[in-house]
């Protein structure tokens, strides 16, 4: 589309705002002028980031404590936003988080976000695509939906920091060489305003960077191919 839209003065809702590409999202759409409320389970990281969106010309940020994982959590940042602001423009689903493991160490998988796709293709950023894709048709023209599917972007999961099987959050410094050893890391404020800039123009996807599409095109043509990749790539863990 060759429209984009204003967000200055909009209200936006972003979880996992504390860290990660979630503060980078809050900090761009600071700049562009729009209310925010911000969500994420760290209550002191996330005022520091409410307060730097302030310095940064966003009119109003407010902070939602909260874990997306909890169904009154996420009703409880919903209705915050209507209580203060009166409406939601933008709601950016970017809470996550990444867990590595084969599938014989989870008796449950448990999906909680979509925009945190990793290199690796998660079984759970496949079904949020398509759970997505799928909210996308029942709503219909009502309600614009751009799914954000980022390669290694700066953040803690980039540095390591993921989910253990027995639910403990771990910083692994092997998984951090691996995973950088893997990709190129592009940087949270880069890949904040690829997202930003499609969402506004109204795309239905955005990958950033670009070449990761690649991906797609391995899966399609050569699946084979991207199946020896994968198992090598684990295979070097020592998983």
């Known amino acids: 589309s060759i429209y984009s839209e204003d967000v200055a003065g909009k209200v936006v809702i972003i979880t996992g705002a504390s860290s990660g590409i979630g503060e980078q999202l809050a900090y761009e759409y600071a700049r562009r002028g729009a209310c925010l409320l911000l969500a994420a389970r760290r209550e002191q990281s996330l005022r520091d980031v409410a307060y730097m969106c302030l310095e940064l ?10 874990d997306v994982s909890i169904v009154d959590d996420c009703k409880r940042i919903v209705d915050s936003a209507i209580s203060h602001f009166g409406r939601v423009d933008h709601l950016v689903n970017n809470a996550g988080i990444t867990s590595i493991s084969m599938l014989e160490d989870y008796e449950d998988i448990i999906i909680t976000s979509i925009h945190h796709g990793r290199f690796f293709l998660l079984a759970s950023k496949a079904a949020m695509i398509a759970f997505y894709e799928t909210i996308r048709v029942e709503l219909g023209l009502d309600i614009q939906i751009t799914i954000a599917t980022p390669g290694f972007v700066e953040s803690e999961m980039t540095k ?39 969402a506004c123009r109204g795309d239905r996807y955005v990958t950033e960077p670009t070449w990761y599409r690649v991906l797609s095109w391995w899966k399609a ?17 020592d998983w």
């Open 57 to 66: 010309g966003s009119p109003d940020s407010i902070t939602v404590t909260a």
């Open 160 to 198: 390591g920091k993921h989910l253990a099987p027995e639910g403990l959050m771990n910083v692994d410094v092997n998984l951090r060489d691996v995973q950088v050893s893997a990709s190129p890391i592009v940087t949270g404020q880069r890949c904040a305003k690829a997202i930003i800039n499609s």
């Open 221 to 237: 043509f050569t699946p084979e191919l991207l199946d020896w990749f994968f198992s090598a790539f684990y295979s070097y863990q």
